[in-house]
């Protein structure tokens, strides 16, 4: 965050969310709300991180059919809610409604980073892009690295827990990793995660609910104001 490219521009970004789906063993009755983009049951959970790869908040036992942006509509209602300090922002991606505590790529511009591997960016949204894309892979590394280090996580079989006993597990898990983050970062195991998700393709859908317009257009024009400061700042440099 140090670094010229993101600062000023995200001195105001506390980190990054999304979602991760996580293999849960559930009744025949209940597997087809549960089998949403896999093949098996899983639970979407939702989760934010700072820069250093830390969990912040997490949340779990949506269903895998659950939308991240229906998920995150109940982090910022319910008891035990995600809290956006005021005036302080998360990157998100496309699936998330744009808020001005929550704020999204531009829709129609080029976004991951793979995108600009060859081509640097040719206007002001496609270089904002970019250096959202850099920042927010923050919470794809640490589900990366989290699910490398607690292989109960990683899907490879059926699970053996149902919903509630797998919470507390995904629970326990976050805060270890985030322990050993502080004590032991593993380098190695990092690198590894940041290879294979070099090597991944992604592609996001974006909604956007009428309810959040207001919201949204604060969140637009937060986002507008770092957009052309940032590209004023890498024509002339």
Known sequence: MSSSRFYPYFK???GAIDGT???VKVSPLDAPKYRGRKEYPTQNVLAACTFDLKFTYV?????GTASDSRIIKD???R???????EGKFYLVDAG????SGLITPYRGVRYHLKEYSN???QNAKELFNLRHAALRNAIERAFGVLKRRFEILRGGTESFYGVRTQNLIILACCIIHNFLMGVDPDEDLIAEVDMELRNQENSQQTRTSIEEEEDASRGEMLRDVITADMWHNYKNC
């Open 21 to 23: 789906h996580i293999r």
């Open 59 to 63: 949340l779990t036992g949506w269903e």
């Open 75 to 77: 982090a910022l209602k």
């Open 96 to 99: 998330f409604m744009l808020k």
């Open 119 to 121: 081509n640097p960016p």
């Open 12 to 14: 105001d970004c506390v």
């Open 79 to 85: 008891e035990d809610k995600l809290i956006i300090p």
